[in-house]
């Protein structure tokens, strides 16, 4: 995930580092710039983290993106195919395209119960850990960002760990579910959605009123995508 404040960084290193006092061979496969544009380093941050949480060290057992196109890991589903379980606690996403490349790999993805997480690690797609609320606006765009329960969120990580036969159905659940989301679903999606709206604004003209010297829209105004 990138190197972003959205992409709720120290809640998903403090997982991990938590989650390494059980198991203490466990590595974080943080494909990311190791400092952002803002200047936020995360190598720092992993330190920060154990010091001000009183964890062990474990900035040492991050591998980050540009060590690992070093040995020759340079596509980035072959970087996703180490990883057992996806950290994507985002405070907020749009699609969630990260989380559909980790399905599509096989790779069993913790999310938010929000946004994009709730869509695509819902129905026993994924784990999905309950949110801080009431939620903050954020700088992009006027989001509603909420951000992740560290604590529930690392229960989840550490019962697939101990249930590995339950993390195993879940990512084959996601991955056969993650094959149906195509651009042409995509497309199928936004067409239904445009027809609805209009169908909706022509049943009720008093509410959606045209602009004035305008024609009325016709519900059937929009001409279906071309094939392919």
């Given at each position: 995930m990138a190197n972003q404040g959205r992409k709720?960084?120290?809640?998903?290193?403090?997982?991990?580092?938590?989650?390494?006092?059980?198991?203490?061979?466990?590595?974080f496969i943080a494909d990311a710039d190791t400092h952002s544009p803002?200047?936020?380093r995360l190598d720092v941050l992993?330190?920060?983290?154990?010091?001000?949480?009183?964890?062990?060290?474990?900035a040492e057992a991050i591998h980050f993106r540009d060590a690992l196109?070093?040995?020759?890991?340079?596509?980035?589903?072959?970087?996703?195919?180490?990883?057992?379980?996806?950290?994507q606690l985002a405070a907020r996403e749009g699609y969630g395209l990260p989380i559909a490349e980790a399905q599509a790999v096989g790779v069993l993805t913790l999310a938010q119960d929000w946004c994009s997480g709730t869509e695509l690690c819902g129905d026993g797609r994924g784990l999905l850990c309950r949110t801080k609320e009431p939620g903050r606006f954020g700088t992009w765009g006027n989001a509603l960002d909420k951000d992740p329960d560290i604590d529930h969120a690392l229960a989840l990580l550490v019962d697939v760990y101990r249930h590995p036969g339950k993390?195993?159905?879940?990512?084959?659940?996601?991955?056969?579910?993650?094959?149906?989301e195509t651009w042409?679903?995509?497309?199928?999606?936004v067409d239904e959605?445009?027809?609805?709206?209009?169908?909706?604004r022509a049943a009720e003209p008093a509410r959606y009123p045209a602009p004035r010297g305008a024609q009325a829209p016709h519900p059937r105004a929009?001409?279906?995508f071309p094939p392919g």
């Amino acid at each position: 995930m990138a190197n972003q404040g959205r992409k709720c960084w120290p809640e998903a290193l403090e997982v991990f580092g938590r989650f390494r006092q059980d198991v203490p061979g466990a590595v974080f496969i943080a494909d990311a710039d190791t400092h952002s544009p803002a200047g936020w380093r995360l190598d720092v941050l992993a330190r920060q983290i154990a010091e001000h949480r009183g964890l062990p060290p474990f900035a040492e057992a991050i591998h980050f993106r540009d060590a690992l196109r070093a040995k020759g890991l340079v596509n980035l589903r072959d970087r996703m195919a180490l990883a057992d379980v996806a950290l994507q606690l985002a405070a907020r996403e749009g699609y969630g395209l990260p989380i559909a490349e980790a399905q599509a790999v096989g790779v069993l993805t913790l999310a938010q119960d929000w946004c994009s997480g709730t869509e695509l690690c819902g129905d026993g797609r994924g784990l999905l850990c309950r949110t801080k609320e009431p939620g903050r606006f954020g700088t992009w765009g006027n989001a509603l960002d909420k951000d992740p329960d560290i604590d529930h969120a690392l229960a989840l990580l550490v019962d697939v760990y101990r249930h590995p036969g339950k993390a195993a159905a879940i990512r084959e659940r996601a991955q056969a579910a993650v094959k149906t989301e195509t651009w042409d679903a995509a497309a199928d999606a936004v067409d239904e959605g445009i027809r609805t709206a209009m169908e909706r604004r022509a049943a009720e003209p008093a509410r959606y009123p045209a602009p004035r010297g305008a024609q009325a829209p016709h519900p059937r105004a929009v001409p279906p995508f071309p094939p392919g």
